[in-house]
T-cell receptor, first 114, second 113 residues
Framework: EAQVTQNPRYLITVTGKKLTVTCSQN?????MSWYRQDPGLGLRQIYY???????DKGDVPEGYKVSRKEKRNFPLILESPSPNQTSLYFC?????????????FGSGTRLTVV | SQKIEQNSEALNIQEGKTATLTCNYT??????LQWYRQDPGRGPVFLLL?????KEKRKERLKVTFDTTLKQSLFHITASQPADSATYLC????????????FGQGTTLQVKP
């Protein structure tokens, strides 16, 4: 089944403790992206990747890192999480780097930083 | 800056009627516009994509229009069913060639039996 898999689904952590949210797609998509969703603010892009080894900042990249060493994986790293990073996170992938193909989203990771 | 506006108020309709959701964008002209469905706590699901040179696109009970003069897209669900109840997100392409979609905040549709 074609899908984007995120792990974990739920995570509660403490301020400053480094964490990684994994994202993997099995569709050979070139484009991958991370979004966060907050009430009243909608979906905002954190980072995106046009292809392997090519990543760039989205609209809200502060406090996050990403890497794209393999086509299928695009992990999101929070080096020192803070409470304002409490949010619902989504990984998405698409066939190409233009918006002429639909995105496939993962099921989401609900992160709470205390 | 680019701005996407969708009706923030929930849309309540009776089963069997046509639901019409509106998406307005300002300050730019996207080449593509997409619509997604999102259920609470779940990831958005892609529904339809329409290109700037297409006036209308259909898929089963769904229809999307794209008026580049009015800077508006309309999303219609005909013969609506309670299972259509969800939040619908409008997502035009961003102005730079980054593949980025800019998402509206969505309109919640409630279809009553």
């Amino acid at each position: 089944e074609a899908q984007v898999t995120q792990n974990p689904r739920y995570l509660i952590t403490v301020t400053g403790k480094k964490l990684t949210v994994t994202c993997s797609q099995n569709m050979n998509h070139e484009y991958m992206s991370w979004y966060r969703q907050d009430p009243g603010l909608g979906l905002r892009q954190i980072y995106y990747s046009m292809n392997v080894e090519v990543t760039d900042k989205g609209d809200v990249p502060e406090g996050y890192k990403v890497s794209r060493k393999e086509k299928r994986n695009f992990p999101l790293i929070l080096e020192s999480p803070s409470p304002n990073q409490t949010s619902l996170y989504f990984c998405a992938s698409s066939l190409s780097g233009r918006a002429n193909y639909g995105y496939t989203f993962g099921s989401g990771t609900r992160l709470t930083v205390v | 800056s680019q701005k996407i506006e969708q009706n923030s108020e929930a849309l309540n309709i009776q089963e069997g009627k046509t639901a019409t959701l509106t998406c307005n964008y300002t300050n730019y002209s996207p080449a593509y516009l997409q619509w997604y469905r999102q259920d609470p706590g779940r990831g958005p699901v892609f529904l339809l994509l329409i290109r700037e040179n297409e006036k209308e696109k259909r898929k089963e009970r769904l229809k999307v229009t794209f008026d580049t003069t009015l800077k508006q897209s309309l999303f219609h669900i005909t013969a609506s069913q309670p299972a259509d109840s969800a939040t619908y997100l409008c997502a035009p392409e961003g102005s730079s060639n980054t593949g980025k979609l800019i998402f509206g905040q969505g309109t919640t549709l409630q279809v009553k039996p």
